[in-house]
Each structure stands twice: as structure tokens, then as C-alpha cells.
């Protein structure tokens, strides 16, 4: 797992001038977008906050996190066809290529946060110890997206659509998050879009901390931990029952 995922972390910007430096370089061109556009350009502020950069604060998070959730979910849904040439050559279990996406994406993840506090030091934000709680929440974040780009994996085989509706899903998917704008804003009048969205709560939590350095609420803790490791079990379980049939398909 750890060899595939060295690989796939290497070959993602092989050809390029820049190399490996686009890991870096890409959320560092998000932030400074995001920051300048709707910090400076168009002037949007957070009354909540007393800071000219409270609204890309409060952006940030929630936009890196659906960054690394629906690209996890995208890959992880077309690795068995990406991969098939080697899955038909090499006699290894082919959760092994799913987890070595993981292992990619869980790092490129982190690698984003700390760009992040990165830019919250740089604009003189506060950070306090509960930044530490990042480190369980992104885990978790993972172990949900996992199981999600999993599932849908299982099922791409024998309906060729899945693949082509991902994208669409994933795009209908952000713009029901309160990420690019404030959950008051649908709280009343559209609250099923929070209550019954899952990433909702993720974001939230993110947005929480950078904004106020929150901690998050019990409730919050075991809505996303309860559902990722439910999701993870269905995963498993629909992997154990359908993986046999899609190597004879593949």
C-alpha cells in the first residue's frame, strides 16, 4: 500500500516543470484567490469577526476540505478502471490500490490544512490548542470519504453511468454545503439541506475553529464519527460480497 501510494504521489505532476511542487503550489493559489478576490476585490467581510479577512477565513476550511473530500470520492470511483491493466497482471487484493489513493489524498489533505494556518499566522489570526482537534476530524472526514468513493467504486463496473454522474452529484452536492456562503442563510428556510447533509457538519466544524477556535459540540462528534464508521462498515461489507465478481468483469 505504502509502495502504490509513493507511486501514485510521484506520478500525479510527473512530465510538469514544477514536479511535486504543485502539491504545494495548489492550495496556495486557492487561498491567495479566495482571499484577494473576496477579501480585497469585492470587499466581504464577517461582522463576527473583527478582521478585513474574516470571510476567506471563514472560506478557507470548508473549500480545502471539499477539495480533498470530492477528489478522494472521484478517484477512489474510477480506480478500478484506472487501475485495470495492473489489477489483471498483478495478483494482489485490490483494496490495495483504495487504500493507497487514501494514503495519497489523506496527505495532500494535511498539506493543505498547514498552508492554511500558514495564511491565518500570516494575517495575525489566533491559533490555540483546539487547531490539535483538526487532526481527528480530517482523519475521520477521510475514513468517510473513503467509504463513500468505495461503494461507489463497486457499483461503476456494472453501471457505466455512475462514473459520468459523480461529477454532477459531487457539484450539486457543494452547492447544497454551506461552504462558499453562511448557513443562516438556509438554516430556516431550507433545513433539511443541513440536517441530512453530511458534510455540512464537517464544514461547520471547520469553519468553527478558524473562525472562533471552537470546540465542537459532542453532538456534532458522534454525528460524523457514528456515520463514517457506519459507511465504512458498509463498505466493507459490500466489498467482501461483490469484489470476486468484479475481477471476472474488469
Known sequence: MLSFAKRDFQERYVGTGLGQFWYILSPLIMIFIYTVIFSDFMKMKLDIVDSKYAYSIYLVPGLLAWTSFSTTISRLNNSFFDKANLIKKINIPMYIFHVSILLTELFIFFISFLLALGFLLIIGHKITFVFLLLIPIMILQMIFSFSLGVIFS?????????????????????WMTPIIYMREMIENKYPFLLIYNPFSYFSSIYQDIFLFSKVPSIDKILIISSMSFLFLLLAMYLYKKMISTIKDII
Request: net charge neutral; proline share 10%; charged share 20%.
Open 154 to 174: 463497486l457499483f461503476s463496473p456494472f453501471f457505466k453511468d455512475i462514473r459520468e454522474f459523480i461529477p454532477i452529484f459531487l457539484q450539486l452536492w457543494f
